[in-house]
Structure formats: structure tokens, C-alpha cells
């Protein structure tokens, strides 16, 4: 039987408890909420109002079996075979990386993927580069925090994006589009928040590098 639509949550809560959903169930998700994922990503800014952005909507069995076997062996050569082989990552870092396979090698039964493509390429030029991604990523951050009031898991992924050719020719992407970001969409086989995070006292400074706020500790 599916599982229930979750209660509304206000939009700080979901702030607040989002976090990266890895392990996720094969339940399937609607076509209208995805229908609503996608369209809260568009309802973010972009530079000039441009929406240089698509997103393609995966479901098919078919069509996941094959993007899950490009991620998948990409996941194992760059996280199991060189960065879990080499036994000299940080434990914090391990433990992350042993996550991230836990997606690698499940993600042929997420019910759901989400490919962000871009129009056009990213610029060499720092400033146009930082404001072409800086018109996508707030869309990705919206396509999660909808993803998160409905009740649903997600994580931005990139590793495709070294077999790019490869998704493209899957989803027949056409020339002069770049994929950006593969989103998972599924139940979650976890909780969301609390998340932990460094406190953003730690992480703030007032005017200028290393000044606290005027009667701060």
C-alpha cells in the first residue's frame, strides 16, 4: 500500500531537517509530485531571468538500469577502488565516502531521477562561470526542499558527469546542453534532521576576516 501524502511542514523545518537521503525505497513516487519537485525548481532566480535549465524526469526501469550501471561503475572505480582502497582517508571522510556507496550500488532501485542539463557550457570566464552556476544550483536547493515537505528523499550527486557523453546519449540530451546534476528521488530508509553542522557562529565573521560581532565571546 503507498505511503501516506506526510502533513504540510513550514518551509524552516524543512531548512532544517533537510539532509542527503541515500538509501531510499524502491516504493514509487508520483507523477505529481515530481511534477511539483521540478516546478518548485523553477520558480528559483537565475541571472537575467534566463532559465537556461531541464530537467529530465527518469522512471522507466529500463532507463534507470542504465544510468544506475554508468553511476554505478563510476561510483566503484573513483570511491571503492581509489579513494576506500587507498586506507588513508580521515575516519569523518571514510565514513562518507562508505555512504556514498551505499548510493553507488543501490541506485538501480531508486524509483526516481532527476538529470538537471544546463543550456550552453560553463564559461572559463570566473565571473560569468560563478553566475552560470549560480543560476542552477538555487534551483536544485528549491527541487530538495519540495522533495523534503512532501516527505521524500534526495541528494545531489555529480560522479556521472565523468561518463557525461554516455547520460546524454541515454536521455538523448541534445548538443549544446550540459548536464549539471543527477537528483535521486525516492522514500528515505532514514530520518531527516536534526542535521549536524558546525555552528554558524564558528563560521561567521563581521566586516572583515576573523572579526567577531562587536560584544561577541
Known amino acids: 500500500m503507498p505511503t501516506p501524502a506526510p502533513p504540510e511542514i513550514s518551509l524552516?523545518?524543512?531548512?532544517?531537517?533537510?539532509?542527503?537521503?541515500?538509501?531510499?525505497?524502491?516504493?514509487?513516487?508520483?507523477?505529481?509530485?515530481?511534477?511539483?519537485?521540478?516546478d518548485a525548481a523553477t520558480q528559483a532566480p537565475s541571472a537575467s531571468n534566463a532559465q537556461h535549465w531541464a530537467f529530465i524526469i527518469v522512471t522507466d526501469a529500463e532507463q534507470r538500469r542504465r544510468l544506475a550501471a554508468i553511476y554505478r561503475e563510476v561510483g566503484r572505480a573513483v570511491i571503492r577502488d581509489q579513494a576506500l582502497a587507498s586506507g588513508r582517508l580521515p575516519p569523518e571522510t571514510e565514513k562518507v565516502y562508505r555512504n556514498a556507496m551505499r548510493l553507488v550500488e543501490g541506485m538501480g532501485a531508486v524509483p526516481a531521477?532527476?538529470?538537471?542539463?544546463?543550456?550552453?557550457?560553463?564559461?572559463?570566464?570566473?565571473?560569468?562561470?560563478?553566475?552560470?552556476?549560480?543560476?542552477?544550483?538555487?534551483?536544485?536547493?528549491?527541487?530538495?526542499?519540495?522533495a523534503r515537505s512532501r516527505g521524500l528523499g534526495t541528494t545531489l550527486t555529480t560522479l556521472h558527469k565523468l561518463r557525461e557523453a554516455e547520460v546524454k546519449a541515454v536521455l538523448g540530451i541534445p548538443d549544446g546542453w550540459e548536464t549539471v546534476a543527477l537528483i535521486p528521488v525516492g522514500r528515505p530508509r532514514g530520518r531527516f534532521g536534526p542535521v549536524l553542522r558546525t555552528p554558524s557562529e564558528q563560521v561567521t565573521h563581521w566586516d572583515r576576516w576573523g572579526s567577531p560581532r562587536s560584544g561577541s565571546p
Do not use: C, K, T
Open 12 to 38: 524552516v523545518e524543512a531548512i532544517y531537517s533537510l539532509r542527503a537521503m541515500r538509501r531510499l525505497s524502491p516504493e514509487p513516487v508520483s507523477d505529481q509530485d515530481l511534477r511539483f519537485l521540478v
Open 113 to 146: 531521477l532527476i538529470v538537471m542539463a544546463a543550456r550552453g557550457h560553463h564559461p572559463a570566464d570566473a565571473v560569468q562561470g560563478a553566475a552560470w552556476y549560480g543560476s542552477l544550483f538555487p534551483a536544485v536547493q528549491n527541487l530538495m526542499l519540495a
